[in-house]
């Protein structure tokens, strides 16, 4: 088992609708959560990070985090064109001590206009 | 949020020479950075944490002299590529870990391209 996976996609979603990105994760002592966006050809850039169980909003964006099903997600709200990208979710997993921010695969998301 | 730089973002270089690359955290103290490289419709892979003052920790299979990092100070760190390959061209990424929201930030990237 992968120790953070999420859906490689692509999720296509129309303009105006919400996208949902999901992610789930091994380390049930994992307690840092993070949605990080990465356009093409440019490095990632820190959308969310959550910490405790329940839903954070910031704008738009809205993340979730259920510990006990060890699963985490991204919601968009009125997706627009540019939130067209690769959507990484990264899990601080910690090993002997060290802790080592974690990444799924990414879930490429296109909003059609 | 917190701003990583990184510098230069595009390199192009013969074979054999060296290059290297700084990041730099602007507004914070980072004790930890990262370094990752991308190939083209890949993901990040991590080659190697660096702790200010201290020896970086390089992940397997990452070449450590050829990957030479340095991390002097709490806002700077430098990778360099040593005897650069054309294979050794990718996207390489820094990392900074503001340490009181214990949060990576990313630095624009630099592309490197060995001819």
């Given amino acids: ?113 | 949020g917190a701003v990583v730089s990184q510098h230069p973002s595009w390199v192009i270089c013969k074979s054999g020479t060296s290059v290297k690359i700084e990041c730099r955290s602007l507004d914070f103290q980072a004790t930890t950075m990262f370094w990752y490289r991308q190939f083209p419709k890949q993901s990040l892979m991590l080659m190697a944490t660096s702790n200010e003052g201290s020896k970086a920790t390089y992940e397997q299979g990452v070449e450590k002299d050829k990957f030479l990092i340095n991390h002097a100070s709490l806002t700077l760190s430098t990778l360099t590529v040593t005897s650069a390959h054309p294979e050794d061209s990718s996207f390489y990424i820094c990392s900074a870990r503001e340490r009181a929201k214990n949060i990576q930030y990313f630095g624009a990237g630099t592309r490197l391209s060995v001819l």
């Fill in chain 1, 1 to 113: 088992q992968k120790e953070v996976e999420q859906n490689s996609g692509p999720l296509s979603v129309p303009e105006g609708a919400i996208a949902s990105l999901n992610c789930t994760y091994s380390d049930r002592g994992s307690q840092s959560f993070f949605w990080y966006r990465q356009y093409s050809g440019k490095s990632p850039e820190l959308i969310m990070f959550i910490y405790s169980n329940g839903d954070k909003e910031d704008g738009r964006f809205t993340a979730q985090l259920n510990k006990a099903s060890q699963y985490v997600s991204l919601l968009i709200r009125d997706s627009q064109p540019s939130d067209s990208a690769t959507y990484l979710c990264a899990v601080i997993i910690s090993n002997f001590g060290n802790e080592k921010l974690t990444f799924g695969t990414g879930t490429r998301l296109t909003i059609i206009p």
